[in-house]
């Protein structure tokens, strides 16, 4: 077990609605990186937090937001909803930042549908 | 450009036989470079990275900096080898860029 947990397991909503997905990192570990897993485009990188600041956005659509807390727990949270965010969303974490050479350990991911 | 290339969709093969996985990069840097696998859409598992220089469950990826290749290999493939595996790709400041994928079947 990696030690990274995300919340809930599976979500299934309607369009136009908006969720928050949840993600514990392993203890001690300030990076939190979050990424979108769907058929058609693979595994995008979304954003990367480092404790509590923002420090790098990939594919993220305005649409999406995410936060870090003072505990180091995240949250990304996905409105106006639509038919391809359905997707796999995992979050990974690892020791510091800047690390190319860190290893990200990734939680199990939660499934979003959206109807 | 970085990028990584996984040019096989889906690899099957006999149990016993040699399995090659490819990847293939482009990174103007001086690259990190991983493989996750997944199974049954899991989470990602860290198979290897190639600065440890190790072997797991048979696996070995070396990296080939002329070739800009980082395949993964394995002498004799093994029925529960069978999953999805992806080739990273580490960046300044952490974020890693994954290939397509490619599932690996393992007929018994």
């Known amino acids: 077990d990696s030690g990274v947990t995300q919340t809930p397991k599976h979500l299934i909503t309607a369009t136009g609605q908006r969720v928050t997905l949840r993600c514990s990192p392993r203890?001690?570990?300030?990076?939190v990186y979050w990424y979108q897993q769907s058929l058609d485009q693979g595994l995008q990188f979304l954003i990367q937090?480092?404790?509590?600041?923002?420090?790098a956005k990939g594919n993220i659509l305005e649409r999406f937001s995410a936060q870090q807390f003072p505990d180091l727990h995240s949250e990304l949270n996905l409105s106006s909803l639509e038919l391809g965010d359905s997707a796999l969303y995992f979050c990974?974490?690892?020791?510091?930042?800047?690390?190319?050479?860190?290893?990200?350990?990734f939680g199990p991911g939660t499934r979003l549908t959206v109807l | 450009a970085q990028r990584v290339t996984q040019p096989e969709k889906l690899l099957s093969v006999f149990k016993g036989a040699p399995v090659e996985l490819k990847c293939n990069y482009s990174?103007?840097?001086?690259?990190?470079l991983f493989w996750y696998v997944q199974y049954s859409r899991q989470r990602l598992q860290l198979l290897l990275r190639?600065?440890s220089r190790e072997s797991i469950k048979g696996f070995t990826a070396d990296l080939n900096k002329g070739e800009t290749s980082f395949h993964l290999k394995k002498p004799f493939a093994q029925e529960e080898d069978s999953a999805m595996y992806y080739c990273a790709l580490g960046t300044q400041g952490g974020k890693l860029i994954f290939g397509q994928g490619t599932e690996l079947s393992v007929k018994p």
């Open positions: 937090y480092y404790n509590g600041e923002e420090r």
């Open positions: 203890s001690g570990d300030l990076s």
């Open positions: 190639h600065i």
């Open positions: 990974a974490s690892s020791p510091e930042l800047a690390g190319a050479t860190d290893t990200q350990y």
């Open positions: 990174y103007s840097g001086s690259p990190e």
